[in-house]
């Protein structure tokens, strides 16, 4: 797979991917770097593409059936308007697939939202929040979590972090306000 304006070579080089990223445009790149970034700090090998559901219908066939045979364990598939890349990659495979939907038009995202998250019984697509990659990447560990014990507690050692900045942020604004 490429890697759109040398997203994360480094990372996707290194060992066998066990996430794909895709995005049906590589203008999509600045709003999935969140995305590509939290999988790096988890140490979670992975590989980027662009495949367009409409504009190359073959190849985004190919890509979904030969993502497991190839060791993919999760696919996160961003998409803008649309957006139908995550749900056709959903109906061809049985691995997980992960929506982002990518704001771009005058319907601030809304358009993609609705597309990603309204799939047919028997199609889901795990969907996050427009723009909200970073979210799917941490979505992706927690499904890797389930058979790997240290990245699971790598995801606990985040959210415990997370924890303690917002008691920080709490304890900080209290002395702001002269308030305990």
């Known amino acids: ?16 991917p066990s996430v794909s990223v895709v995005m049906g ?4 790149l600045p709003k999935m770097k969140a995305c590509l970034k939290a999988l790096e700090e988890f140490d979670i090998p992975f590989e ?7 504009r ?11 993502a497991q045979p190839r060791g993919i364990k999760v696919i996160i598939a961003a998409a803008a308007g649309a957006a139908h890349l995550a749900g056709v990659v959903a109906s ?3 691995l997980p697939v992960i929506g982002v939907p990518i704001s771009s038009s005058a319907l601030h995202g809304v358009d993609a939202l ?13 969907t996050v929040g427009v723009d909200a ?7 992706a560990a927690q499904i890797l979590a389930i058979a790997d014990s240290n990245l699971r507690g790598k995801l606990e050692a985040y959210k415990s972090s997370m924890a303690e900045a917002v008691l920080e942020k709490s304890k900080k604004l209290k002395q702001t306000l002269g308030s305990q």
């Not at 445009?25 to 999509?28: A, E, I, L, P, R």
């Not at 990603?116 to 019984?121: A, I």
């Open 1 to 16: 797979m490429t890697d759109p304006a040398k997203a994360s070579d480094s990372n996707a080089s290194v060992e066998k």
């Open 56 to 66: 190359t219908p073959d190849r985004a066939h190919e890509f979904a059936t030969q």
């Open 133 to 139: 990659s970073k979210n799917a990447a941490i979505l």
């Open 92 to 94: 061809l495979t049985t």
């Open 25 to 28: 445009s590589d203008s999509d």
């Open 48 to 54: 980027v593409d662009v495949i367009s559901a409409h």
């Open 114 to 126: 609705h597309a990603t998250v309204q799939m047919p019984p028997g199609v889901p697509v795990a």
